[in-house]
Every structure is written in C-alpha cells, then in structure tokens.
C-alpha cells in the first residue's frame, strides 16, 4: 500500500508540471488556414500551442482564435494534410496554407486501442471514412461497406431493419460464432444496426490477426473498429441530411400462368406410376394470378438526420437525431428507427479529460410473414387471390394438396408481428496525461437492450387449411444487460530517431441475456390495449424462459517501435479469462502478435529512384480465439423438455432424462494468423497499390462427431475441438487520385479479394457433417463438411441427362421417362445416397468493388460497383417441392416433355422420384455484378445558400442497386447463411433498387 | 494552491480506482453456473428423479420417429392394406418402400432406429439408475419393470423391422461401450421375454386415475404373447393369452366408438401410448400420429391412406369397413362431412379426431392415443395358437367373440365362423385379423410372420429371403465402421 501511495504522490507533482508550464505571457493569434489545392478555407483545423495541450479549432469558414504566447510555436493539424509550424514571434495574425498529404502516408488509422499513423501500421486493416458511408444513403452501416474493403464480404439482407453478415477473409469456424466483434467507442456489441450511419466518423477493420490480437479471444472472426462524430470547438454547426425515396423489385423471376401451370400439372400426372388422371379438365385458364404482382409493391423510404456539433476550449459536444422510416416491399411490412446521441468532451484540467457518449435507439417493426417468399413462389396460379363473393381463393378447392396450398393474401392480411427494440448504450471515460509521456484512460461502457415480438394471430378461416380456430397472443422478450471496463496506460514517446510508444491494460466485462416467452389463447382484440397475456384463457397461458451469462477478465500490453521512419515493429499480447469455460484447462487464453514493416522509400538508396513515392513491406503474426461456440456445451444437462411430459390419464406430468453423451470439454477455437503486405505509391502518391497475402488457420475448430443411433442419443452428433479451418488469399487495393487542370477532382478505388477455404485434419477422420436445408430442400441435406474440403459444400447427385423413354430408364430402379438421370458414382446400378458427389461451393472466391468520386465544380458523383464470382447458388426454390407448387416460366419453356424434348431439364413431374432431390440441376453459378450505388450531387453557389443563412446546400439523386447482373435463375445470387448452411436460396427477399432524392444542409 | 489540490485528488482517485478496480477482480469473476441447465450430475438423487426419468420413458413413444412417417413407412406402407396417401407428388419416398426399391440410405430407416433406440436409452437410463436411488421398494420395482415394458416394446418393433440388431442393455459407461456388434435375432427375442417375464412379475393388473395409461400386468403378458407369436411359440401364446383374458379385459361394444377420444383406455385396452392436446403447451402437446393420416387439407396431411384393396376386404355388411374408412363426402358419426374436395378417396378412420378438436397452433388430432395392443388381438391371437395346437373350439370361440362384437347386434352380417378345418381356419383367423386390426400398423408385419409375404405383396415387388426385414440403416453401418453387417439382399 505504501508503494501506492508513493506512486500517487509522484503522480501528483508531475500533474503539477505540466501546469506550470502553461503560465507565460499571452496574446491573442487570429488567421485563416486554408487548402493550398482550391483554396477553399478549412473547417476544423485543429491548432494547438506546442509542448501543451492548449488548442482550438478552425469554426466552419477555417478562422481561428488563440490565446498563446508570444513566442509559442502554433502546431497547425488536419487528417489528410500535412501538418505545419508556425512559431508566433509576436505575430496576432497567422495565416496558413495547408498542403494535401496526398493522403494516405499521414492518415491516420483507428487501431486497437489507439491510432495509429496508416504508414506505421504493420497489419491489415481496411479504413472507410464516415462520409464513404453516409454517401451510400444506406440504412445500414455495415450495408454501406459492401465492395468498400478487400477481403470483407457482405451480404445484405432486404428485409427492413435486418443485418447484414459480415465475413472477413473467408469463413474459420463452423458452430462458432461468424460475425465480427464490433466496438463503438470501446464499447464491444455483436450487431451496430442500432447505429445511425450518419454517427459514424470513421470504421476500421482489422483484418489481419496481429492487429485483432489485441481484442484475443472474441476476435477470430475480425473486429470492427467505430469512432462516432465528435464536436468540434467552434460555434455551433447544425447539419440537416434527408432522404426520400422509392423501392422498386428488381430481377424478379417469371413465374408460370395458370395455362401453363395447368399443362406443367396435368403432365407431371400423366408421369406418376401408376399415372394420375389429369387434375385440371381444362387447361386454357389464362394467366391467372400473378402472386408477386399481387403482394409486393414500390415501398418508400425516408431517413432524416439533425446534428448539431460545436465546443468552447474547454468542452465540445455532439447531438444528433436520427429518423428512418422505410417500407417493406411486401404489404404491411414497415421498419421505423429512432435514434438520438449525445456526446460530450470536458477539458476539466490540462492534464485531464473527460467525457461520455450515449445513444439511444427505438426501432418499430412491423414484421414479414416468415415464408412469405417462398409462399409467394409456390402459389398456384389457377387460384384467385378473391373468389366472386369476396371469399378467399382457396387451393383446396383445386384439389393442389400439401405443396401448394396457401393463399398468400390471406397469410399477409392476417399476420400482426410487430417487433419493437430498446437500446441504451455508451461509455463514460476519464483521460489523464503525465509526466509528459504518460496516458491513463478508464472507460465505462454499458449496452442495455430490450426487445420485444409481439405476435397475435386473430381467430379467422381463409380456408380450411388457412384458419385459426382461436386467437393467438405471443409475446418474446428479450434482454440484454451488458457491462465493460477498461483501463489502458499509454507511453508515447519520440527521441532522436526513435519512437516509442506503449500499451498496457486491463478489461472485465459482463454479459447478461435473458429470454422470455408467454403466450395465451382467446385474447380478444378490439385495441391494442387488449393484447395482454392476462386477458386470455388461463388454462392456454404458458411461459418459458431462458439466459445466458457470461464473463471476461482480460490483461493486454503493446509495444510500438520505429526507427528512422523505416523499421517498425509491433507486438502485443492479451491474456483473456472466459466464464464460459470455467472448470476446464482452458479458462485463460494468451494470445500474442507480432508485427514488422519496412518503409523502403526512406532508405538513403531510394532517394534518388522516381518510381516510388511510397514503398513498404509490412508481414505480421498474431493469434485470436472464437469464443462464440455453443454455451455450457462440457456440461452434460438433463433433458426436460415438453417433449418428455407423460400423459396419463389424459393429464401431464414432468418427465426429464439424460439423452445425450458426457461431452468432450469444448474450449474456444484458436486461430493464428500470417499475413505479408506490400504498399505502394507511385507518381507522388497520386496511384496507391497495396497487396496483401494471408493465411489463417483455425486451430481446433468445432466439428461434429457423429454418434451411432443405437446410443438413443437426441442429437445424432456430438461437437469437440477437433478440426482445423484454412482460409488463404489475396487482398489487392488500388487507388488513383488526381485533380485535372480543368479543375476536376477524382479518385477511383478498386480492390479484389480472393479466398480460399478448406478443412483441414479432422480428428475424427472422413465422417462428413451434412447440413443444408432439409425442409428447404424436399427433406434431403444439401451440404457436406469434410476433411480436405471447403466448409458446405453443396453435394447431391451429377445429372447426366433426362431419360428419354420408359425403357432406357428400365435399368434404374424407380426412375422413368423424364427424369433426371444421375451419374451411379459407386457402379451398383442402384441410384442412392452413396451416390452424391460435390456440386458447388458456396463460398465466394472472389469479391470485388470499384468506388470512385469525382467533384468538378459545384458537382460531385459517386459512382460504386461491387460484385463477387467463383461462387455457387443452390435454388432451393426450385427443387423444394412437395407436390404442385407453381413452376418457374423458364422450366416450363424448357421442361421435358416427350423424348428429344429436353437432355437437361426433367419433365414437370419435379416432385417425383428423386428428382428433388439435391443435384447439378439446382446448382447455379451465384456470381453478379451490380452498380451498388451512384450518387450525382449538386452544392449550390455559396453566393445563393448564404442567402438563406446556410453555410452550404447540395441536393442529390442516389440511386443504389439500380443494375445488377448474374446469370443465376433465383431472385438474387446474394444469398448467405450458416457455414454449414450457405448459399441456399429459399425464401430470399428479393432484390430491390432504391432511388432516392435527399438534400444535406449545413447552418 | 486549490488547483494543485484538484489535480491531486484527480490523479489519486484515478489511480485509485484502478488499483481497487484490478483487486476486486477475483476468481470468482469467471466462475458462472450454467444458465436454466440442470447438469445431469445432480439428476437421480431422488424418488422425484425416478418418477421423471419414467416418465420421459413415455413420453417418448408419440416422438415422430415412433408414430409418424417413418413408423409408417417401416410398419404400414409395405403393407397390402395401406397406400402413400396426399397428392401423388408429396413425399413420393414413402413409394421406396411400397414398391420395395428402397436401400439402405433412405432417411426412414435411420429415423425409426434412432426413435426404438431412443426409447431403449430411456429405459435404460432408469434400469441402471434408479436402482441407487433411496426409495420406496415397491415403487422402485414397479418403476424398473415399466422401463422393461417399454425396452422390450421397442425391441420387438425393431427386430421385425431389421432383424439382426444391436443390443444395448446398459447406458454406455465410456466410448469403449459406443460400438456394440448386432445380436442375433433369436437373442433378441430371447432379451423381449425376459424383458417382458420380469416386468409381469411385477406390473399391477390396473392403476388409478392418476396413472391412468401406464404399462400394466395385461400389458407386459399381451405383448409377450404377440413376441410369441411371431416366433411360433403356439402353447406360450395361448398360456398368455389365456392368461390376459382372465384380467377382466372385454371388447368395446361399439367397435367404431372404440377409436374415439372419449374412450380412450377403455375395457378394451391393452396398452395405449398416451397423446394429449394440452392448452397451453403445444411442444407436449406433439404427437402427430392423427395429422399426418388426417384427412388432407382437413384435419392434416392425408398420408397412410387405407387401400382399395382393403375397401373391397371387408366382408358385405362389415360395419368395421366404414369404422376403419373415412370415405371422401361421407359424414362421419361425429358430424364431420369430409369434403368431396379432397386428394384422395379414404383416410384412416381409426385415427380420426372430430374436425371440431381443432385447436390451431397446435397438431391437428394431438389428443388422439395411439391403441398398441387390444384385447381383440389377444383374442385373435389366442385363437391362432389355439387353432395351431389343434385346439378349433377354442379358436371358434374366441374369434366368434370378435366377429360378434362387430356385428353390433346385427344378426345378419357376419356369421359365426364354424368350420374346425384348420387350414380354413387359420384363413379365416388371418382374414379376420387383416380387418379387425386394419390401419393399425399390424399388417405389414403380420403377414410375413404368417410365411405369406411373397403370395401377398409379391405383385408389388416383395421378394423372400430379402423383404422379411429392411435394411439396416447405412449411416449406423459406416459409423460402426463396418462392424454392423447389412441385411441379406441389400447393398
């Protein structure tokens, strides 16, 4: 204790220093710092009096004012220029030309737990500026980095208000958790939709594994890295952005009419064995209804975004107001987002800073039917979607059976979900600098969260197999009580040709989630102040719940070191303690990195060559884990399900057993990472290439055991650590920048990422996972996992052609004329499971973006495309058939139809046999491009928004997912899912474009 | 000088929050207990425990692997008596077995082994438990002889099903008890009577209310008298079935109102497996023994739908023929019209539940039990061994019994059968059960082990010293890693 206290004392005095060497004789500088390229004047430069931490800010017309000494010396700094010194010498005004870095070498890049200079960093990490975001008009932040960063795939979901996945370098883990961590303003979460893109100042993602290092046991999947607005010291600026705008379905696909359908029908009868008679008498029906036509629409959407920032010297603040209201392109679907941020930054002392950021978020939605896609795909034309008397069309009344037998109308008309979610979150923090070089930050962070699905289901009869015999109320609540602490202590200092700087810290977090459903029938509704458990019949009630809680303490350190500005090297290490795996061997978890680079330019040999004005070689090493596996998974539990409640005498009473294996003790997957860069810059930094080649491996991944049935076991696998996952590629990223003459400025950006994905050393050997699908894929799996291979691929049988007649398929047994016929891989002469071979991979091996800008002017245009190839698709829409679903119009076109009608496509009689089965038929080539977004705007003179007291207006048409190009014959080759999973199209909301108006007002 | 003050305070409560910060963080911090999961080291401590692990025993017996499709595709569909069902495109797998192109890595077979083993774990979980547990001894022996019952139930259903199969009499200690070979069937059966000997020694003849459904003496003698008689055991199948007719069990008077919900557990019954629809609890409430036979679009999926060939069966008049068929556009004693709307021309009527029950939310039919054993198929099954063992007066007797219980009073149809010939006996025995026990998943089984399979289902491509059982499931024969052998005939 003694020694503590010593060491406060110490702290102390030096505290008092550095006060005192702010006391000298003032005087007040004024100037204007301006951009040596246009010469327009420069808002938030930030000035401060050298050797101190007194400083201002240039207001929105780039004038500043300071109170410094008379002969201080003025540090003038702007991200993406070069800074400058000004010594004061007396001088009260000081103006200032600030030069453009040329980018890139002075920027500046968020790391872990600091910044960094870019030309310093030894890993890989992708940085995309808050405007590159706020430019998509996307409502999502993480929607808008599609195509933006080499190496990290999107898929974007349709459905209002729904995440996109996000996967960095490919996929390393199969039960494990697969998104990136995500930490705003080091508050760490699992999902951002709540943020308001407009917020956002900057993201970085790490990519490489020596810069996740630092974040150790959840960050195998990358992290996301999000720095949110700050204010600035100036009067107060107010910006206005607001959109509006219309979605429009794209690439939909042609169905068949109820002619067609009705032909396709009767035929695929004619083909059964023994044949069925025909079901329709007459086939001349029309076109029917056209269910897409019927149920989806042009959808609006708005969003609206009010900030409003400025400061003083000692404090600044940040507040915004963020509003998003958009339609779904499916009837009644809505989603509705309110957010507001507050953030505030007190210099209390010189030496002490401190502040909190806090968001609230509200969203609304009411929710999609579940399956209303693949309802919408299968429906029958031959039904009408009202009968003449205002009854609904009923399928039944057709005679379609179980595949078809659902009036989507009426599946839309009576579904009432709505899904409501609550969040606050934040952090407060506290920063101390001493002894000159030293940093001490203590932060705070907390993310509450409620959510809450409200579904009711009225008492109602479409039809007999669309009816609610009683109402139904179903309420989901979900909690999310989430703590973190963080302390870190920086050492940053610079001598001679050396630089120093050093990290330690120390974190404890807590996550608490907790789930709750209840339900009652008979609830009447009359108003939504009816919807309430308590009003239904009590013997109908029922409520179940379940959490889950987890905790972490973790210790971290992490030394910077450069040379001259051309030896660098980074290393950390971080020691993670997880809750989830108390009890075991593996409850601590080191995970350490190590990073080198070589800026060659600065080399006294490079002085003289013209080719490069930049030239780097950077390779790292690090290691991370996956916590996200599967919770209490070494525990065997006892079983007491409602599916062990015994009935006797027509009453229940509890069952409860053990029905599963002692597990094997599962700890976390452990991934080391390499990856070797080389940057680049030619003609004065003006071209930028960087390269980067890696190779991680997930060590010990989780992978299924299968167990025997005969265990009576009821899971028919168990899971350990006992798989390793590849993924090895290349990240190219290209830039080119340039003002023309004539005054245009432009910057085209291209990058590519290639991915190679595979298992590796399956400890249990050659038995394969098989997954993908099932109800989605007419009951079979669609997917295996296996050693040697990439992670679900998409297995069946290869079709080799259709038979022509009854007796060329003699020799199968269960096949006949027009059906598929498949490959007998083993040479039995019987056609079965043993007979599956690899289809496709899910897995894209190529994704890719082009981004460009270019301002001549008062316009601007940006200009984005994006694309992925070498992937497959699976069209389960397609294949998944359980009787008389609607068929595609171009099958009909090209369905067999009598010998020498078709080789490739089977007759109509899709359902039967095995010819929904998983095969080379429904597996399509997924890849496409798409122009992700274009943006022309307009800024109007200043001599004009000046009138209207406005610092600046632009007004601009955006238009995002307008062409989009794939060859696949689903509605959209963006499909996702599960590792084991992916790539599997049913039930996919369809693509859409949206074309927006907006205007940005700054006052 | 207050400044100084300040900043001092500020600095030591910074680092003080810190220190105090990394020192209150002990190991407790990490040490969470799994959340709303009980570990399976605090079960089987207590009576309670014991009452449960039985419990579950049962419950498991209406899981989808023991009653609906895939029960009827190894139990009913290779069957004269039962088609597909629905339209004719909806799960054409169900024709692999009709037709009998089915190999060995069809979904169904591994789904009906896993659903028998599953039962098998759960009795096994309480015949190696529950004897550690401090308890009330009569309890205990009862609880134990119910897990037997219930073990020896679904051995039985998987040896007629695959023959040669593993068996598993003890929950796995290690993974070095995982891998057991297949025994020979003949030691299978000889596990069911001992299985079943044991449990009959103990089982009460009845239980009150509150037990209502549980396995009973009647239950553990019957069944061991049908295991009987699919080995030709005759004098051990009239000694049971003798034995369970001095119960007090009696036909059902009305034969069609015996399949109904009201009088489920009846005089009549054996042994049920329990199904409730319980409000409030739709994952209890799970059996889909009737949704999937319901009339299709109606009351379910229409599948395992009662031939043409069993229609034109019944003898002229049989009041079973209507009790066992829903005709489309007929209407139902209980009022329901089956729509003329619908994909086929019968459903299974002994599985049928009012339309009226339906609760939506909530499996159509989920209240309806399934009848494992009745007391007409003791009385059957008596007469056979009694015809067997030359015995035509007692075979007359106790098939008149049944013959008179469907006839409901009408002395016109179905006329006592009198002839003592015991090969037109043994027919009329075997028709007799063919319509008695129609839709009940007996058939199929029922005729191979009359040595008839070929003459019967041969036209539909049933063929000897291959069909008498399925393949064993492929999966389960790769994972063995090759040391369970596939059945004869099956690649």
Known sequence: ?1003 | MKKYINIQSYCAAAAFTAVLFMASCKKDFLNVPPQAQQPSVTFWKTPEDALKGVNAIYANLRSWDNVAFNAIAIESTGSDEADKGSTPTDATFFNLFDQFTVTSTQGSLQGFWTGQYQNINLANQVLDNVPNISMDAGLKARYLAEAKFIRAYSYFRLVRAYGNVVLRLNVPKDNSEYNLPQSDKAAVYAQIEKDLTEAASVLPPSYGAADLGRATKGAAVGLHAKVALYQKKWNDVLTYTNQVMGMGYDLFPDFEKGFRTQNENSIESVFEIQAELIPGNADASNSQYSQVQGVAGVMGWGFNTPSAVLASAFETGDPRRDATILFKGETTPQGDLVPISVPNDYYNQKSYVPFSTRVSGFNEGAQQNIRVLRFADILLMNAEAANELDNPTQALSSLNRVRARARGGNASILPNVTTTIKAELRSAIYQERRVELAMENDRYFDVIRQGRGAEVFGPKGWKANKNEVWPIPQTEIDLSGGLLKQNPGYN
């Not at chain 1, 795939?153 to 199969?174: D, K, M, W």
């Not at chain 1, 894209?844 to 601007?860: E, Q, R």
Request: net charge neutral; glycine share 10%; with cysteine.
């Open chain 1, 1 to 1003: 204790m003694k020694r503590i206290f010593t060491r406060i004392s110490v702290l102390a005095a030096f505290c008092l220093l550095t006060i005192n060497v702010a006391i000298a004789q003032n005087i007040t500088v004024k100037g204007k710092v301006i951009d040596g390229g246009d010469k327009t004047s420069l808002p938030g430069v930030t000035i401060l009096i050298k050797g101190t931490q007194n400083g201002t800010q240039t207001d929105a017309n780039g004038n500043y004012s300071i109170s410094a000494p008379a002969n201080a010396t003025l540090v003038f700094n702007f991200i993406g220029y070069t800074g400058q010194e000004q010594a004061v010498n007396n001088r009260t005004t000081i103006d200032v030309v600030l030069a453009s870095s040329t980018q890139q070498l002075e920027q500046v890049v968020v790391v872990g737990y600091g910044t960094q200079r870019k030309i310093d960093v030894t890993g890989a990490v992708g940085a995309v500026k808050g405007e590159d975001i706020s430019k998509q008009a996307s409502v999502n932040p993480i929607g808008a980095l599609q195509g933006k960063v080499a190496g990290v795939s999107i898929t974007n979901v349709g459905t209002p208000g729904g995440s996109p996945q996000i996967t960095i370098r490919g996929t390393g883990t199969i039960y494990g958790k697969t998104g990136p961590l995500y930490v705003v303003d080091g508050v760490w979460y699992d999902d951002i939709n709540f943020l308001n893109p407009a917020d956002i100042a900057n993201i970085s993602i790490l990519k490489d594994a020596s810069s996740q290092s630092i974040f150790g046991i959840r960050a195998a999947n990358g992290v996301v890295l999000v720095t949110t607005v700050k204010g600035k010291r100036g009067d107060a600026v107010i910006n206005y952005n607001g959109t509006v705008g219309v979605q429009k379905v794209t690439n939909l696909v042609e169905m068949a009419n109820a002619s067609e359908y009705a032909t396709a029908v009767n035929e695929a009868y004619s083909l059964l064995v023994p044949p069925a008679a025909p079901l329709f008498a007459n086939t001349n029906l029309g076109e029917g209804t056209d269910w897409y036509d019927q149920a989806l629409r042009n959808a609006f959407v708005t969003n609206h975004q009010l900030s409003i920032s400025g400061g003083t010297e000692k404090s600044t603040y940040n507040f915004s107001l963020g509003y998003l209201n958009q339609d779904g392109i499916v009837e009644n679907n809505n989603y509705k987002r309110y957010t507001a941020r507050l953030s505030n930054d007190f210099q209390v002392f010189q030496p002490l800073k401190i502040g909190y950021n806090v968001t609230g978020a509200y969203s609304k939605s009411k929710d999609a039917p579940t399956s209303i896609f693949r309802a919408l795909y299968s429906a029958s034309p031959v039904v009408p979607v009202f009968n003449a008397d205002g009854s609904y069309g009923d399928p039944n009344a057709f005679n379609l059976g179980n595949g078809s037998n659902v009036n989507p109308q009426a599946t839309l008309d009576f579904f009432n979900q709505n899904t409501s979610k609550y969040k606050i979150t934040g952090n407060v923090y506290a920063e101390l600098k001493f002894l000159q070089n030293f940093t001490f930050k203590t932060s705070i962070g907390g993310d509450f969260g409620q959510e809450e699905v409200r579904g009711y289901v009225p008492k109602y009869k479409a039809s007999n197999t669309q009816q609610s015999t009683n109402s139904k109320l179903d309420i989901d609540r979900i909690e999310n009580r989430n703590w973190i602490i963080e302390n870190t202590l920086t050492y940053d200092k610079k001598w001679n040709d050396h630089s120093l700087t050093v990290l330690a810290g120390q974190t404890a977090q807590r996550n608490k989630m907790y789930t709750i459903n209840a339900e009652a029938m008979n609830v009447p509704y009359s108003s939504e102040g009816d919807l309430y458990l308590a009003l239904g019949d009590a013997a109908s009630r029922s409520l179940i719940d379940k959490g889950e809680l987890s905790t972490f303490t973790s210790y971290f350190a992490r030394v910077n070191y450069g040379f001259k500005n051309k030896y660098l090297l980074n290393a950390s290490i971080r020691r993670d303690g997880a809750s989830q795996f108390f009890g075991s061997d593996n409850v601590w978890g080191n995970f350490p990195s190590i990073g080198a680079g070589w800026v060659i330019t600065n080399e006294e040999f490079m002085k003289d060559q013209k080719i490069f004005s930049n030239l780097k070689l950077r390779g790292s090493w690090g290691k991370v884990g996956n916590a996200g596996v599967p919770f209490n998974p070494s525990t065997q539990t006892v079983d007491q399900s409602a599916a062990l409640i015994a009935i006797f005498g027509g009453i229940p009473y509890t069952g409860a057993s053990i029905r599963s294996l002692v597990p094997p003790q599962l700890f976390w997957e452990r991934s080391a990472g390499t990856d070797v860069g080389l940057e680049m810059g030619f003609l004065n930094n003006r071209l930028n290439v960087e390269v980067d080649y890696y190779s991680r491996k997930t060590e010990q991944a989780i992978f299924d055991i299968p167990v025997l049935g005969s265990l009576g076991t009821v899971n028919s696998s168990i899971i350990a650590n006992q798989a390793d996952i590849q993924n090895r590629g290349f990240e190219f990223l290209a830039t080119w920048s340039d003002k023309t003459e004539g005054g245009l400025t432009y910057s085209i950006s291209g990058n590519v990422g290639i991915n190679n994905n595979k298992v590796l050393n399956v400890t249990s050997g050659a038995n394969p996972i098989y997954k993908g699908g099932a109800g989605l894929t007419s009951g079979y799996l669609s997917t295996r996992t296996v050693n040697n291979r990439p992670i679900g691929e998409f297995f069946g049988y290869q079709v080799e052609g259709v038979f022509q007649t009854d007796a060329e398929a003699a020799a199968w047994p269960g096949f006949k004329k027009g059906d598929f016929k498949f490959a007998d891989i083993n040479g039995d002469g019987v056609i079965d499971l043993r007979d599956r071979v690899v289809l496709g991979n899910p897995n894209p091996k190529f994704t890719y973006g082009l981004n460009t800008n270019f301002a001549y002017k008062n316009f601007d245009l940006t200009l984005d495309i994006q694309g992925v190839a070498d992937v497959d698709v699976f069209n389960a829409n397609l294949s998944n058939r359980f009787g008389n679903e609607n068929y595609t119009k171009d099958f009909f076109d090209n369905r067999w139809r009598g010998a020498g009608t078709s080789n490739t496509y089977a007759s109509a009689n899709l359902a039967g046999g095995l010819n929904n089965a998983p095969n080379s038929f429904y597996v399509e080539k997924g890849d496409y491009i798409r122009l992700r977004n274009i943006q022309l705007g307009y800024t109007l003179p200043q001599a004009v928004s000046s009138k209207w007291k406005m610092q600046k207006l632009r007004v601009f048409l955006n238009a995002q997912n307008a062409v989009n190009l794939f060859g696949y014959k689903g509605f959209s080759p963006e499909v996702g899912g599960t590792p084991t999973n992916a790539g599997i199209d049913t039930n996919v909301y369809p693509l859409f474009a949206t074309y927006n108006f907006g205007v940005n007002v700054t006052f």
